[in-house]
Nanobody, 115 residues
């Protein structure tokens, strides 16, 4: 059974760095494009960053230059390095395959950016 578990969220001040982690168990994702998504209260879930199975990356305009996505196929893990976060980055962050079909969604990890 495939399981996705995100971690690393918390309360940070604007400008502080944060690193989110995601581990996928029950399957190998080495051949899948993966991504980080986020959902703020009252908003739909949106794509934040993507990484292909070979490591090419793409970012939403709102986070480009501040966030970095990376992966380790041998450990079935992906990360999101969040530098210079802003209050508008506050959301629950999820990882999953970049496109459908998705793995079952995990619980996500809450990131709150506030002074």
């Amino acid at each position: 059974q495939v399981q996705v578990v995100e971690s690393g969220g918390g309360l940070v001040q604007p400008g502080e760095s944060l690193r989110l982690s995601c581990v996928v168990s029950g399957t190998s994702f080495s051949g899948r494009h993966m991504g980080w998504f986020r959902q703020a209260p009252g908003n739909q879930r949106e794509s934040v960053a993507r990484i292909t199975h070979t490591g090419a990356t793409a970012y939403a305009d709102s986070v480009a230059g501040r966030f970095t996505i990376s992966r380790d196929n041998t450990r079935n893990m992906i990360w999101l390095q969040m530098n210079s976060p802003k209050s508008e980055d506050t959301a629950v962050y999820y990882c999953n395959t970049a496109v459908e079909p998705h793995f079952p969604w995990g619980q996500g990890t809450q990131v709150t950016v506030s002074s």
